[in-house]
């Protein structure tokens, strides 16, 4: 649930924010622990950093900057949650969603500076109150005097200037408290949460992806995504097309076939994005997803989170899927070093756990006829996988940007696919969109 608070937009507020954090959390751990020394526990300094009062402070403080400040969290929460003190995965969790809303007087200042004064004669109603509230932005209703409904995305003041700030200054906040597993080297991590955000914070890209989006799927009535308005979006407002379907959710309360064949259009999407057209919606928030039942369509949404693959990329992706399903160990290490998982110097404890962790991923794959997302349990051996790769062979090292938000993409769809205990054969939907043989030839190393 959101609430009202006015965006800090000056880089030095927005420190003078961390600072206040890191004050209030070393207040709260000498409390916490005078109250366990006095009921005779010797807590660890841990313990004493991830009380509750000190993890709701670092939630609220990062929500409330919004921006960088809450990417951070969301990327980090991509790939190393399963190995980070669970107090901490909670509130990276709340910030994939959560950011509180700005006052109207600050909204009405941003769109004044967007469209000057006066803008609203152009409307026959606006909705001040958004529908929405996430990392850069917040997205308000509106009707044009022609009857048009429009989503309005708008940029929350400030955030583009603040980006390499926020997350440099926020790394060094969690790396101060501990909060970031020490084993682990962020830093490209970071460096690509800064082009990541620096990306997303300029609307005419998001316009462009989303256009492109559309010529894609043109005559494919099974999908469908906003058309932009043009003369109101600029670099800080994304002015679309307003889509009147329901939560995706919606699709478990649907008939059986109806939902399945729903799911699968998800899968070939997904499949088609990251094989076919080599562009990716990487965010794999649910909220980007509607379902018109009328229609029967999906609607898509928020597009500033597309990468493009190249070809090279892309078949270096094909071999690794074709590696998975027929080739056996030194096949998978192979093509799992041309697409970036493996790199010389690794050992052969951590190249037998990623192809462990490549062939629990393909499972699905494999299997012959329905697969039963909902009966699954591959997430949580990813998980054991993933815990085994930080803790035992002491891995040190994120896989490549690219691979990371294909894990982002893939394990959201895994998500979203269990929560609706869909029923889709797997096997036949992969095989008919992709030629896993691919053009022949070798395939250069990155």
Excluded: C
Excluded at 52 to 80: F, H, I, P, Y
Excluded at 159 to 181: F, T
Excluded at 223 to 236: C, I, K
């Amino acid at each position: 649930m959101t609430s009202e608070r006015p965006l800090t937009v000056s880089r030095v507020g927005r420190l003078s924010q961390l600072g206040r954090l890191a004050g209030g959390i070393a207040g709260g751990m000498l409390s916490e622990g005078a109250k366990q020394i006095a009921t005779g526990r010797r807590p660890s300094l841990g313990q004493l950093f991830l009380n509750t009062n000190n993890v709701e402070r670092v939630e609220e403080r990062l929500s409330e900057m919004r921006g960088a400040a809450m990417k951070v969290g969301q990327l980090l929460s991509m790939d190393s949650g399963h190995v980070m003190p669970p107090q901490l995965t909670q509130i990276l969790t709340s910030l994939r969603d959560d950011a509180h809303r700005m006052p109207l007087g600050q909204v009405a200042g941003v769109l004044n500076d967007a469209w000057g004064r006066g803008w609203e004669k152009d409307f026959a109603g606006f909705s001040f109150t958004p529908m929405a509230a996430a990392s850069i932005g917040q997205v308000h209703e509106a009707i044009m005097q022609d009857g048009r409904r429009l989503a309005i995305k708008i940029q929350y003041p400030g955030v583009r200037q603040s980006i390499d700030s926020d997350i440099d200054n926020v790394a060094a906040l969690l790396k101060l408290l501990h909060l970031l597993p020490q084993n682990l080297d962020f830093a490209p991590l970071l460096q690509e949460a800064k082009l990541q955000l620096h990306a997303e914070a300029d609307y005419r890209k998001e316009a462009s992806a989303l256009n492109e989006y559309a010529k894609l799927l043109a005559d494919d009535r099974r999908y469908q995504v906003p058309e932009v308005v043009d003369f109101l979006s600029t670099g800080e407002i994304l002015a679309m097309g307003y889509l009147e379907g329901q939560p995706i959710e919606i699709l478990a309360e649907l008939d059986a076939k109806d939902k399945n064949r729903a799911a699968a259009n998800l899968l070939e999407l997904a499949l088609r994005e990251a094989f076919e057209w080599g562009m990716v919606q990487t965010d794999p928030n649910f909220s980007n997803y509607l379902y018109e039942p009328g229609t029967r369509k999906i609607q898509l949404l928020d597009f500033g989170a597309t990468r493009v693959y190249t070809n090279r990329q892309r078949q270096a992706l094909r071999g690794l899927l074709t590696a998975s399903l027929e080739g056996d160990d030194k096949d998978i290490t192979l093509a799992a070093s041309r697409v970036g998982y493996l790199v010389e110097s690794d050992s052969a404890v951590h190249r037998q756990l990623v192809v462990s962790l490549l062939r629990t991923v393909t499972e699905p794959v494999r299997k012959a006829g329905i697969y039963t997302f909902g009966k699954s349990d591959i997430a949580e051996r990813m998980k054991d996988i993933l815990i085994e790769m930080r803790l035992k062979s002491r891995f040190g090292r994120i896989p490549p940007p690219e691979i990371l938000f294909l894990h982002r993409k893939l394990g959201g769809l895994y998500l979203l696919l269990s929560r609706l205990n869909a029923e889709v054969t797997v096997k036949d939907t992969v095989l008919s969109l992709i030629d896993l043989k691919g053009p022949s030839g070798p395939i250069d190393t990155y």
